[in-house]
């Protein structure tokens, strides 16, 4: 788990204390510059905190080597990049960057599948709409099967309908795979139907945590 403690980002984030536990579906509310992707960032050690600590399992982020702790909790921003070429490489990029093996057609059109993504594995990524190319990097982090996801808006680019679809497969594969998903999303519903763990952000600071009770 993640444990934050006097944790000051600039003038941009103040938290007290925060805890976002293991395997579970965390979600992080909050109004457009409140701090929330900076809180995603600074899990995985994209950006340092100028006080305080921060704790996974126990051990100061700050202790761990960053590229091995960025395989291990994997970042997707709001806009993602996209490289030329086709949907498999893509797919591939992330896998190569980790030193993992790259799988086969079958696998790698299962992950499209709890994506949402219908595409061709030989299709350029370039002819993509921007809500394909934002699936597609969901998939190509998928396949890295990292401990822990941290996702900026993963939806924010679908209709309703697709995104009901796509965070509905997300949360499956978080549950079936037991790894820890931490989320902002602009979703109230999403967060309501689907978080397990729910933090709402003002201004910098920790409004409310709420814990769902299954």
Same mark, same amino acid.
């Given at each position: 788990?993640?444990?934050?403690?006097?944790?000051?980002?600039?003038?941009?984030?103040?938290?007290?204390?925060?805890?976002?536990?293991?395997?579970?579906?965390?979600?992080?509310?909050?109004?457009?510059?409140?701090?929330?992707?900076?809180?995603?960032?600074?899990?995985?050690?994209?950006?340092?905190?100028?006080?305080?600590?921060?704790?996974?399992?126990?051990?100061? =982020?700050? $202790?761990?080597?960053?590229?091995? @702790?960025? +395989?291990?909790? *994997?970042?997707?921003?709001?806009?993602?990049? #996209?490289?030329?070429?086709?949907?498999?490489?893509?797919?591939?990029?992330?896998?190569?960057?980790?030193?993992?093996?790259?799988?086969?057609?079958?696998?790698?059109?299962?992950?499209?599948?709890?994506?949402?993504?219908?595409?061709?594995?030989?299709?350029?990524?370039?002819?993509?709409?921007?809500?394909?190319?934002?699936?597609?990097?969901?998939?190509?982090?998928?396949?890295?099967?990292?401990?822990?996801?941290?996702?900026?808006?993963?939806?924010?680019? =679908?209709? $309703?309908?697709?995104?009901?679809? @796509?965070? +509905?497969?997300? *949360?499956?594969?978080?549950?079936?795979?037991? #790894?820890?998903?931490?989320?902002?999303?602009?979703?109230?519903?999403?967060?309501?139907?689907?978080?397990?763990?729910?933090?709402?952000?003002?201004?910098?600071?920790?409004?409310?945590?709420?814990?769902?009770?299954?």
């Amino acid at each position: 788990m993640f444990v934050l403690d006097n944790v000051r980002y600039k003038n941009i984030l103040d938290v007290r204390h925060l805890v976002l536990p293991d395997k579970k579906i965390n979600c992080i509310l909050g109004e457009s510059g409140s701090g929330k992707t900076t809180l995603l960032r600074l899990l995985n050690n994209l950006a340092a905190c100028d006080s305080g600590s921060i704790l996974w399992h126990e051990q100061s =982020l700050y $202790e761990l080597n960053p590229i091995e @702790l960025r +395989r291990r909790v *994997v970042m997707l921003g709001q806009n993602p990049v #996209i490289f030329d070429g086709s949907v498999r490489e893509n797919l591939f990029i992330g896998l190569k960057f980790a030193d993992k093996p790259c799988p086969g057609d079958d696998k790698l059109r299962e992950v499209l599948k709890q994506v949402s993504l219908h595409k061709d594995l030989d299709v350029e990524a370039a002819q993509l709409s921007g809500g394909e190319k934002q699936r597609l990097a969901l998939g190509r982090v998928l396949l890295m099967e990292p401990e822990v996801l941290l996702l900026d808006e993963p939806s924010s680019a =679908l209709d $309703e309908d697709t995104e009901e679809i @796509l965070i +509905r497969s997300l *949360v499956r594969y978080v549950k079936e795979n037991e #790894i820890t998903l931490i989320m902002v999303t602009h979703a109230r519903r999403i967060a309501e139907e689907y978080g397990e763990y729910i933090v709402e952000i003002e201004q910098g600071r920790v409004k409310s945590v709420r814990e769902k009770v299954s």
